[in-house]
T-cell receptor, first 111, second 112 residues
Framework: QKEVEQNSGPLSVPEGAIASLNCTYS??????FFWYRQYSGKSPELIMF????GDKEDGRFTAQLNKASQYVSLLIRDSQPSDSATYLC???????????FGTGTRLQVTL | EADIYQTPRYLVIGTGKKITLECSQT?????MYWYQQDPGMELHLIHY???????EKGDLSSESTVSRIRTEHFPLTLESARPSHTSQYLC???????????FGSGTRLTVV
């Protein structure tokens, strides 16, 4: 079992809809969670991080964390074609000096 | 703003050549990382460093080596390039891991 798991997709949503991206993790010691967006051929860019249970909102993006169920999600409201990218979930565990990344979910926003 | 720089952006090189991929950051971050990523595939950690004179191998076995003589500089070297080394190489840095990484723009390496 991978430490951080994501459905590879593609997840296809129409423009203007809400895109929901999910991530589960296996290590209960994981403390901080990150969502990166990666456009094809580009490097990942950090869009949100969360470390407390509940929701965290930033513009059209909302990260949700449920430590009891060990899942993290990212909601993108009013999806735009420019949101089409691969979204990587990452976790930081304990005293580790590195993040553990999932394989990413490819999002396609259709016109 | 991009405070972590990778050069070259693209490199095509012949088999057997020695190459060094450069990564520099101006943020004073102690922690730096090298990832390898094939198109459409997941990130694989190949090397990381906690600070000057500290380097560790990552989760993916790699024939590359790294050095960390200065805080801002973390070059990756391939002594003898092979076609199997063709990939994108991403450098990242972090002040503290809880805040996440900042990635460089990457080097796309093609070995012919």
């Amino acid at each position: 079992q991978k430490e951080v798991e994501q459905n590879s997709g593609p997840l296809s949503v129409p423009e203007g809809a809400i895109a929901s991206l999910n991530c589960t993790y296996s290590d209960r010691g994981s403390q901080s969670f990150f969502w990166y967006r990666q456009y094809s051929g580009k490097s990942p860019e950090l869009i949100m991080f969360i470390y407390s249970n509940g929701d965290k909102e930033d513009g059209r993006f909302t990260a949700q964390l449920n430590k009891a169920s060990q899942y993290v999600s990212l909601l993108i409201r009013d999806s735009q074609p420019s949101d089409s990218a691969t979204y990587l979930c990452a976790a930081h565990t304990g005293t580790a000096s590195k993040l553990t990344f999932g394989t990413g979910t490819r999002l396609q926003v259709t016109l | 703003e991009a405070d972590i720089y990778q050069t070259p952006r693209y490199l095509v090189i012949g088999t057997g050549k020695k190459i060094t991929l450069e990564c520099s950051q101006t943020m004073g971050h102690d922690k730096m990382y090298w990832y390898q990523q094939d198109p459409g595939m997941e990130l694989h950690l190949i090397h990381y460093s906690y600070g000057v004179n500290s380097t560790e191998k990552g989760d993916l076995s790699s024939e590359s080596t790294v050095s960390r003589i200065r805080t801002e500089h973390f070059p990756l070297t391939l002594e003898s390039a092979r076609p199997s080394h063709t990939s994108q190489y991403l450098c990242a840095s972090s002040e503290y891991v809880e805040a996440g990484y900042t990635f460089g723009s990457g080097t796309r390496l093609t070995v012919v």
